[in-house]
């Protein structure tokens, strides 16, 4: 090998100084190695470290992360059991609330149904009733169709009037008059004839007047009405109207407010008839009205025959009082003297026990002149008491012999 110098461009270069260039670069490059080396095992270990030190923090981490999701857990299952048995106590407070509900409602149906099956009842009944009643208005038809049936019914109506509103010594029915005509009814009056009072139902004639339709059937219709009311009219002017027996006006009963009505509205001739006949029409309320005013005329004149009897026993109740007074008095005047003698019997209590006081207390030394005045005074005290004793019994003899008179009196 020579040792010529190696010619790069103009610049020649020693081969040894160029080896131990490239020697000093191989070193310096193992240096540089080797530190990075050293710093990447360094930077290793300080790594493994972290992440050893990391891993210990993940454990702990993991340890407290374990802890909390058992705590979790454990609260998680506390909850659900809390909550499951909220919901039991609910489903159970709504199974009682719907049970209750189901009950009150299952009553209330029973109720309603219980109540619907006596308003049905009530309905069944009152359908017989109607079929009943249904019946009963055929029958009175056909009892009104008949003539002595509808003046029975008649009668029966204005007998019921009379009977509630007069006693039974103030009333006839079916009497016989000195004529031999017999009316329904006499009602006796005070100091005074009787009153007439007889029932007719002219039934036929107002019917064909209401179910008339042509002016031809209401004239034939009102002129059997007139004859009809007119005939029974002059029948109770003629047959029962006598003179000094019985009243100058009677009553004749019409047992239908609608038949009296229509005649007042249809047939005032009739009215005005039976004004100048002396006799009344009268439905049943008109009937009423006049029983009441014949009541009170009766109470009034059997209260003006009580009052010579009223006056006698207010008389005696005069007495009475008067005599209730007197005895009063005496009474008052023992009480008195009942007062006055508790008062001396406290007195002499209250000297009993002074003296017994004194007795007990040795003390009799300045009793000696007292006692002999206080004989002295029971002495003078006695003969009062004897001739006031001797007073009163005089005065109660005179009492009891004036109360003695006062009962003989009675």
């Known amino acids: 090998m020579t040792d010529d110098p190696i010619q790069i461009g103009q610049t020649a270069i020693d081969p040894e100084i160029l080896l131990l260039a490239l020697a000093g670069s191989s070193v310096f490059i193992l240096l540089v190695l080797l530190t990075v080396a050293v710093v990447y095992v360094v930077r290793r270990g300080r790594e493994a470290q972290e992440r050893s030190g990391e ?62 099956y006596e308003r049905l009842a009530v309905i069944d009944t009152a359908q017989r009733n109607l079929t009943e009643l249904s019946s009963n208005v055929v029958t009175l038809q056909e009892i009104l169709a008949d003539k002595q049936a509808r003046g029975a019914f008649g009668q029966g109506r204005m007998e019921a009037i009379v009977k509630d509103g007069l006693p039974k010594d103030a009333y006839t029915f079916q009497a016989t008059l000195s004529n031999g005509k017999r009316p329904d009814c006499l009602i006796k009056l005070p100091n005074a004839p009787s009153l007439v009072v007889d029932a007719k139902f002219p039934l036929e004639g107002f019917e064909a007047f209401r179910r008339a339709r042509t002016e031809a059937d209401k004239k034939q219709a009102s002129q059997r009405v007139r004859q009809d009311v007119a005939r029974h009219i002059e029948a109770i002017s003629e047959r029962y109207l006598l003179p000094g027996e019985t009243q100058d006006s009677g009553l004749m009963f019409v047992p239908s407010e609608a038949i009296y009505a229509d005649l007042h509205e249809n047939f005032s001739e009739l009215l005005q008839k039976a004004h100048r006949a002396r006799v009344v029409l009268v439905s049943p309320n008109m009937l009423m009205l006049a029983v009441q005013t014949m009541q009170a005329i009766l109470k009034d004149v059997r209260m003006r025959e009580q009052a010579g009897l009223i006056q006698r026993e207010v008389a005696y109740l005069t007495d009475d009082v008067g005599r209730l007074r007197e005895r009063t008095l005496d009474l008052q005047r023992h009480f008195g ?31 000696a002149p007292k006692v002999s005045n206080a004989k002295a005074k029971t002495g003078t005290a006695k003969s009062k008491a004897a001739s006031k004793t001797g007073v009163e019994a005089k005065t109660r003899t005179r009492r009891n012999g004036g109360a003695d008179r006062l009962v003989a009196g009675e």
């Open 337 to 367: 003297q009942a007062n006055q003698d508790i008062e001396k019997i406290l007195t002499s209590s209250e000297k009993i026990g002074n003296r017994g006081m004194r007795i007990e207390n040795l003390d009799f030394e300045a009793e």
């Open 55 to 116: 891993a210990t923090m993940m454990r702990a981490d993991l340890a407290k992360l374990e802890g909390r999701l058992q705590t979790l857990a454990e609260i998680s299952v506390s909850r659900q059991a809390e909550a499951a048995r909220a919901f039991n106590d609910r489903l159970d407070k709504v199974s009682h609330r719907m049970g209750q509900s189901l009950t009150e409602s299952s009553r209330k149906t029973s109720d309603s149904l219980s109540k619907l």
